[in-house]
């Protein structure tokens, strides 16, 4: 199971990427294994030396009770030191920002989200971004039709 951040290839422009775990709690996990998790609007931010996530958004278990979780919940990303030193110092750029890409579960089990140090695209590159989709989109249809 994927889940990806689709606006986030439109919007910004990758420039450094990291595969980060993450604390959920009980229900959460289960949510995310049915899909219902979204990035919409997502970002990562430090505080106290840890990176947090913040509107990364987990429906509610189907299946919970009471004790089911808080589905706007900020959670904690786990980096090492290093990674989180190099993204904070790196993130004070101007310009710079730090969001998720991707969620997904590991061979494991474990839910893992792909993070990314990004610059944001002005209207020109997203423009490019388009015009270059779709003449790849063209391509591969011209290339489905000669087989």
């Known amino acids: 199971m994927k889940i990806k951040n689709r606006k986030a290839r439109y919007k910004y422009e990758f420039l450094e990427k990291e595969i980060a775990g993450i604390v959920l709690n009980g229900t959460e996990i289960k949510s995310i294994r049915e899909g219902n998790a979204g990035f919409t609007d997502a970002f990562c931010y430090f505080k106290d030396n840890e990176t947090w996530i913040k509107n990364f958004y987990i429906n ?23 990674q989180i030193s190099r993204f904070q110092e790196k993130s004070l750029e101007k310009g710079l920002t730090i969001i998720p890409t991707i969620a997904f579960i590991n061979d494991k089990g474990i839910v893992k989200i792909e993070i990314a140090l990004s610059k944001g695209k002005k209207t020109v590159d997203k423009r490019n971004t388009i015009k270059e989709n779709d003449i790849k989109r063209d391509m591969d249809r011209e290339i489905k039709n000669i087989k």
């Not at 509610?60 to 290093?82: A, F, I, V």
């Open 60 to 82: 509610e278990y189907s299946l919970g009770t009471s004790n089911n979780h808080d589905p706007k919940r900020d959670k904690k990303l786990l980096l090492t030191k290093s």
